[in-house]
């Protein structure tokens, strides 16, 4: 019983530490492992493999100069809430058409369900960390 719980205890930190290691990584590298991941699993070839990595680059990069944190988010306007919303929708639409002019069409269908997917587990992460999880 003991070999189990501390079995437990190394695979937590482990998990905890993978976490912080992907919040400390530069738009250049989540970029990369991002697009190789996507290469592996929609056998992209090489000149799609680049498209997606800048397009990843320019992504995160925009992410990361336009993160808020606790304390500026909270001082939102509901004006400003609703205008931030709009300008992540339309980058995502200008991500989904940029995709689809990448990928050819049985790759775009597999990134989509991919994409629903992550989604998904995000939500059902965010349940669990709120306490609303089943």
Do not use: F, H
Request: aromatic content about 2%.
């Amino acid at each position: 019983m003991k070999k189990l719980m501390i079995l437990v205890a190394i695979l937590t930190v482990g998990l905890i530490n993978a976490q912080r290691v992907e919040r400390n990584l530069t738009p250049e590298q989540i970029a990369s492992l991002k697009s190789k991941n996507m290469t592996l699993v929609l056998d992209l070839d090489e000149k799609q493999q680049i498209k997606v990595e800048q397009l990843l680059l320019n992504n995160a990069k925009d992410r990361k100069a336009k993160k808020l944190n606790k304390e500026e988010r909270s001082k939102l306007t509901s004006n400003q809430r609703i205008a931030l919303k709009e300008q992540m929708l339309e980058k995502q639409i200008a991500m989904k058409r940029e995709m689809r002019s990448i990928l050819n069409a049985d790759q775009y269908t597999r990134w989509e369900k991919m994409m629903v997917k992550i989604k998904n587990g995000k939500k059902k992460s965010r349940k669990k960390k709120s306490g609303r999880g089943n």
